[in-house]
């Protein structure tokens, strides 16, 4: 895992990403290239500064089981990557890993990121719907 945060909400695309319960084994993402990383923080810009009053983490989770956004995952990955290295108002954590939405393991976060998530495999992880309503809850 590496580290990054965001804020709680998204019930309504939580539920729906909820609805699917089966699941694949996950796909390979594309590697990012360095001109992509070098496009995505020239977007980003050097202007994001902020002062947070405590440390925030970010759970960036990017599981597909369903279509695979491959390189949209892997630049929004990077983009979180460079928010939380430029801001330093977040620190953020990335996985595909089930494990990683245990509800013991999100208590760790102030913010969740379900970059580009698909069909996560409810049926086989029943922790998963609990812990994640809970969590926005």
């Known amino acids: 895992m590496q580290t990054c945060s965001v804020t709680r909400g ?5 539920a729906a990403l909820l ?3 089966a ?5 390979k993402l594309p590697d990012l290239k360095p001109e992509q990383s070098a ?5 980003i810009g050097n202007a994001l500064t902020a ?4 440390a925030r983490k970010v759970l960036v989770f ?3 089981e369903g279509f695979v956004h491959g390189e949209a995952i892997v630049l929004g990955n990077e983009a979180f990557r460079i928010a939380a290295e430029q801001t330093k108002a977040f620190s953020v954590d990335f996985s595909e890993d089930y494990a990683a939405l245990k509800a013991e393991n999100l208590a760790k ?5 379900l970059n ?6 409810t049926k086989a992880n029943p922790f998963i719907s609990p812990a994640l309503l809970s969590f926005v809850r």
């Open 19 to 21: 609805a699917f319960g």
């Open 62 to 64: 990017y599981r597909t």
């Open 10 to 14: 998204a019930g309504l695309a939580l």
């Open 116 to 121: 580009n998530t698909t069909t996560l495999n």
């Open 109 to 113: 976060y102030d913010a969740l990121a």
């Open 51 to 54: 002062k947070p009053e405590k």
């Open 23 to 27: 699941g694949a084994e996950q796909k």
């Open 39 to 43: 496009e995505v923080k020239a977007l």
